[in-house]
């Protein structure tokens, strides 16, 4: 219910293969075009989950599965992390669903169902093997309660249960399978289930196994190895031939059509056809399969969707846990197994996961994107048979309780704080809300500041603080919503841009962590968006302006622009990169005034078209002032004037730091009658001046200083 529909890996080409059966009634031509790569694969879970599905409307189907252009955009999602969603979702999925949600949500359930069942099975199967004489028929129990649990509480595990997926099938035949040759290898029943009816039963489950996914295949070689387990004294021929007929029985027909259709058993050329944009060339050497053995284990019981992992703590953890049972294996092992009563079928199990892993690791080799360990979940049998016989062999009997309920319990926590944790936040949209509750929530101005291209309002924009060092990274707020719909995905470009117009910082990002495109915005929804704009490592200290642009891919691309102006840029903020600042050193001459016990003014320089101000901040002024110049002829008349921030307002007094030296350098043009500055500081918004007072103490009249020109 958490993650999204078909956001797991090819979940929308599973279900379009069940539609397709659903709604065409036959099997898909592989020659011709094909509703979706998945259709090579076989056709049970399908076909079931064609019937779980056909009751229900299903034509908003297409608009379900409409790709995100975002997510393929590698400069926006990068390492799919930047952009969540493969598919640009709508409000038919939020409760009540509408169309074909309610048919993916069943699809979903029937997966549920065949989890379910693969529990069952696994709690029997452990049953049967932990027979041995050295454990107590409660610790029998407990051992088999503990494999069920490290089934039931795996997160993949429920995560393969939990979407439209032929793996939970497979996983399911495999393990109905690995169950039969456990009770057929049972050392009370071996002689009567030697019958040739139970191997055709054998071969039937295999075929069964097989009609879900090709891997079922590798069942094969178990069943052939349990010709020779099960009464070994026996001419093999017969029950050879029962495996056989009961393989064909079920899935010769299967074969057959696509001999007759494509040639091939397998139909291997159309297979090979549907993967070839994943083949690998060249294929992985020996190195390279080994350098994905960590993926194997974190996707065992993470990975849920696409790059959804755990925390680095988590994967710690559950790899100790997998050494401890990797000890006791071994232990176990050294000590002739004592647990394992049914010799035979543990040895059936082990050799299923050898052929599993045989065949994984040939895929893998072939294909990208393989490094997921659900294509070896159909082995979760003898995984949990040997974790749990791992663990409880270095634990003693008295403790099997408490040790079944730490290790299953652990992982009970790990799988209920999954969604809550990991996949709702992956996928979480904001709390939008009205124009007037956001102003009224944030205490934000209710003009606005800018429209872009008609359609999307910025309320506000603001910095989380307005310093930030070399390689940090700077909070950008933004306050904004829909003012009427949009049809495509604008990317959010913030920049910081140094004195000089050099970019050094920049990030294109889709608003909302990539989880809330614009084409998903709803007309009159405001929200408040949080962004890290990172900042070069090698920026210059110094002041800079951040910046927000909105552009569009598509249909054209370009700038969005702002409604009454001519740009499409707009500053948010004027911040400073810092650095450490060195005491600045004594003056030789005395200062000619100080301002707001803040500003000192040090020295004043004259050239024909310009003035330069030494100034040494004595501590931060605490808001951003305007200078003004007046200059005066030799009458005192005023015959020019400027009023401005430092450096045009690229560098504020509010980004000043304590100790910092300023040399702010005027373009004023210095006429011949000119012979004195009248100078101050004031707050624009109030008029109210700075005071200024001499190096002595002694306040200037009316806080204006004059400065004679040289």
Known sequence: MTLPIFEAPDEASHFRYAHYLASEGRLPDLKRDLPSHEVTQPVLYYALAALVISPFDRSNLNQLVLLNPDWFDRSLNQGYVGVRGQHIHTEAERWPYQGAVWAVRAARWLSSLLGAATIILVYLIARRIFTGRAITEASRARAAALCAAL????????????????DIAITLAATATCGWMVRMTNPTRARGQAAAHAFFVLGALVATATLCKLQGLGLLAPALA????????????????????????????????????????????????????????????????????????????????????????????????????????????????PMVGNRAGFTLLMIWQIALVVMFVWWLRSYVGTENSRLIMPGVAPVVVLTAMGWLTLAPQRVWRATSIAGAGSLLALAVATPFVTLRPAYATPDTMSRTALVAAYRLPSAGVAVFDGMIELLHAEVGAKRVAPGGQLEVILYWGALAPVNQSYRVVLEALGLDGEVIGRK??????????????????????????????TASPGPARVQLKLYKLYPTPGDAQINGANTGTFLIDRVKVTSAIAPAPASSQPPIAVFGDALRLDRVRFSPDQVTFDWTTLKPPGGDYTFFVHILDENGAQIAQQDAEPFDGQYPTGLWEAGERVRDARALVLSPEARRLRIGWYDRRTGQRLAAHTADGRPWPDDIVFVEIR
């Open 226 to 337: 349990a010709v020779f387990l099960v009464a070994p004294r026996q001419s093999p021929l017969t029950r050879i031939a029962a495996l056989l007929v009961g393989f064909l029985a079920v899935a010769g027909w299967w074969f057959i059509f696509n001999w007759l259709n494509y040639d091939h058993p397998l139909a291997w050329a159309q297979v090979r056809a549907a993967n070839e944009a994943l083949l690998r060339k060249p294929p992985l050497s020996a190195d390279g399969v080994i350098a994905t053995l960590p993926l194997w284990f974190t996707s065992y019981w993470g990975n849920l969707g696409i790059e959804l992992h755990y925390d680095a703590w988590v994967n710690v953890v559950l790899f100790v846990a997998l050494a401890l049972a990797v000890i006791g294996c071994v232990v176990a092992f050294a000590r002739r197994l």
């Open 508 to 537: 294109l990002a889709i608003p909302f962590g990539g989880r809330f495109a614009t084409q998903r915005w709803q007309p009159g929804a405001y929200f408040r968006d949080v962004y890290r704009l990172p900042i070069d490592a």
């Open 151 to 166: 089934v039931a509480f795996n997160p993949k595990f429920i995560h393969l249960s939990s979407i439209v997926n032929n």
